[in-house]
């Protein structure tokens, strides 16, 4: 059986780009990102069909630009970023840095910076809220060049976009820039659709009445319904799989992201997944997994 480090390349395709926005606190992160979703998201003509609907936001979404596609990790903030790199996942492929030009850089800015830095991620700017009479662009800028963000008219390759999150200003510029950078990506942002689904978890809780929920971006392959998973030190057949939008699906490909039923317990955000084979391999490795997840706790007591 292939593995995902074994992937075919002619069977490879483009896959969209996995973008997470960071940026200092009140600068607009969850402004940009709501109104990136507003203009952008994909609308469905289904009714959503996942129990609580709409409502139960998932934390991933995607957006379409000209017929192409992005999908938005909704985690501002730097402690799932950093945490998920911690443990290696490597999830997301573009960072956009969010600064408002009323503040310029400030503390959690720079601290974003050189998580995206050391992440090794493509980074973007966004200087932010531009409407505000009060907004210093080329102050802002200069400040960034002191952290060696350089646009290429400055010998850099990180590209500079002016927004306003609350008038849409330069929005579509962003996803513009975004599906450049995404195009330039080296390695190319390409995965195999014919292979078995694996990825990462984002977000799993305990519904009370569908059981285990798990949020999980597909990284590789295809996930289908029906299928065994392996996540983390939990396992089970996805009973139930929705989209963005809450509506039921049965395949998902890579870059989607998906909300899943079937789990035995709640995996751990940034788990990785993956499909296997029989149910009893993936109870057999969960479960070792499990205790020796115990044995470290009940050592870590020792005093
Ligand atoms: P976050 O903490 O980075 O997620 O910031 P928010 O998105 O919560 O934004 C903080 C405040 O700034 C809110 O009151 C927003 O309405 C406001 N805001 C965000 N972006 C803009 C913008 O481009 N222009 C203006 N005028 N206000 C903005």
């Not at 995902?4 to 395709?13: C, G, I, N, Q, S």
């Not at 927004?163 to 390695?187: F, H, K, R, Y």
Request: proline share 6%; net charge negative; with cysteine.
């Amino acid at each position: 059986k292939k593995r995902a480090e074994e992937m075919d390349p002619a069977l490879a395709v483009t896959r969209p780009p996995i973008v997470t926005i960071m940026g200092h606190v009140d600068h607009g992160k969850t402004t940009l990102l709501d109104k990136i979703r507003q203009e952008y998201g994909i609308k469905s003509d289904v009714v959503s069909t996942e129990a609580g609907g709409i409502t139960q936001v998932i934390r991933a979404w995607q957006v379409e630009k000209d017929g192409n596609h992005v999908t938005f990790l909704d985690t501002p903030g730097h402690e799932a970023f950093t945490k998920m790199r911690a443990r290696g996942a490597k999830v997301t492929d573009i960072v956009v840095i969010v600064v408002a030009a009323t503040d310029g850089v400030m503390p959690q800015t720079e601290e974003a910076i050189s998580h995206a830095k050391a992440a090794d991620v493509d980074i973007i700017v966004a200087i932010n809220k531009i409407d505000m009479p009060n907004a210093n662009v080329d102050k802002t800028r200069r400040q960034l060049y002191q952290l060696e963000l350089l646009p290429d008219n400055m010998g850099g390759d990180v590209p500079f976009v002016e927004t306003s999150a609350t008038t849409g200003q330069g929005i579509s510029e962003l996803l513009e820039q975004v599906l450049l950078v995404a195009e330039l990506a080296d390695p190319p942002l390409k995965a195999d659709p014919q292979h078995p689904g694996s990825g990462t978890c984002l977000e799993a809780y305990q519904d009370s009445d569908e059981g285990v929920k798990a949020t999980l971006i597909v990284q590789q392959g295809t996930l289908h319904k029906g299928d065994i998973l392996l996540c983390g030190s939990t396992f089970g057949r996805v009973r139930a799989m929705y989209n963005d939008m809450g509506v039921q699906i049965d395949e998902a490909g890579p870059s989607t992201p998906v909300k899943v039923t079937g789990l035995d317990e709640v995996p751990d955000a940034d788990d990785p997944f993956y499909v296997v084979e029989d149910l009893s391999t993936a109870r057999e490795i969960a479960e070792v997994r499990k205790s020796s997840r115990q044995r470290s706790a009940l050592s870590s007591f020792t005093p």
